[in-house]
């Protein structure tokens, strides 16, 4: 009997979460819309074209050129057309990268600017979540007001400020590292501490600000009367509850730093999707700043997506709803 219950329970919450799954893609499909929308209308209002920077273009190229790439139609019969070719993941050809769609240049390009991303993350929790966990357990001590003084200059800080003073200390003057590209494993180090320098700051504030309130718990009470060590206390009881709101934080700043931070790939002369995205805009290059708009979009609520999921599993008290 106990067995038939538990295993009607188990499907029960199994149907459950597979609905939630659902409802959650469907509505990240709705919000994929939606950004695609805004971004072909607003982009399309912007004064000018693609092809007005062009030398010595006659109104005749230029009228030819339009209608090589179905610019010379109306702007809904462009957006209908256009959405028809993103739901065959066909996000066009690149009006200045000639020769090359806006697919190709998102697969050539996403790598860099993913493992760069990735490094950046990992680099932020590995130095985020222990300063913020020793800060809120030595609250109001010395070493928890150093590292609120770390990480509110991390956070106020801008990002090309802190890149363009690691370059010129340890590139210009001490000739430690390397400041162009990535063709050393030596010239990550800049870019990923210049990526991970705001995000670590961050989560050391956000881990401070939980894990005070989890250390207040009862259940963190009665393990300290036990005698539990501090370690074990802070890293094992408290750290799962108190890790929630990071989480949170992760999902969004994961897709981020994966589709590339625009400025550092710039100081750094580091050929990510980020740059490409960057150059696009001046340009004009509609199908390449919608492409990578859309694909940062899907990214980012993808990620909120397992996130949430994540949740079920990090704390089991949590509900979805």
């Known amino acids: ?61 230029q009228a030819a050129m339009e209608a090589k790439y179905g610019l010379d139609k109306p702007l809904f019969v462009q957006y209908l057309t256009y959405m028809g070719d993103i739901l065959h993941g066909d ?31 990992f680099v932020s929790v590995l130095i985020g979540v222990p300063l913020g966990s020793v800060a809120a357990y030595n609250r109001g001590k010395v070493l928890d007001n150093i590292i609120i003084i770390f990480s509110t200059a991390g956070i106020a800080i801008p990002t ?32 990923v501490l210049s990526l991970s320098l705001y995000p670590a700051s961050y989560i050391a504030r956000l881990m401070r600000s939980s894990m005070l309130d989890v250390i207040g718990q009862d259940y963190m009470r009665t393990a300290r009367a036990k005698g539990v060590s501090t370690f074990k206390m802070i890293f094992k009881h408290a750290l799962r509850n108190a890790i929630l709101p990071v989480v949170t934080y ?33 340009s004009r290059d509609y199908p390449l700043i919608m492409g990578t708009t859309i694909f940062l979009a899907c990214l980012i609520i993808m990620m909120n997506v397992l996130v949430d999921i994540a949740y079920a599993f990090i704390d089991p008290r949590i509900k979805l709803k």
């Open 1 to 61: 009997m106990y067995n038939n219950v538990m295993f009607c329970v188990r499907k029960g919450v199994n149907i459950f979460m597979a609905k939630y799954i659902v409802k959650r893609i469907l509505f990240g499909v709705l919000t994929a819309f939606v950004v695609a929308t805004l971004t072909f209308f607003i982009m399309n209002l912007v004064p000018g074209g693609p092809f007005l920077a062009e030398k010595a273009v006659t109104p005749q190229a």
């Open 91 to 121: 996000m066009g050809m690149s009006l200045k990268k000639r020769g090359f769609t806006v697919n190709d240049i998102i697969r050539n390009k996403f790598p860099v600017s993913a493992k760069l991303g990735l490094l950046a993350v």
């Open 160 to 191: 090309f400020l802190s890149s363009t003073l690691m370059m010129y200390f340890l590139s210009v003057k001490l000739k430690l590292l390397p400041s162009l590209g990535l063709q050393t494993p030596s010239s990550y180090i800049m870019p």
């Open 250 to 282: 992760l999902g969004p700043l994961l897709a981020y730093l994966m589709t590339g931070s625009f400025i550092v790939e710039k100081i750094f002369t580091i050929p990510g999707l980020g740059s490409e995205f960057v150059a696009a805009i001046p």
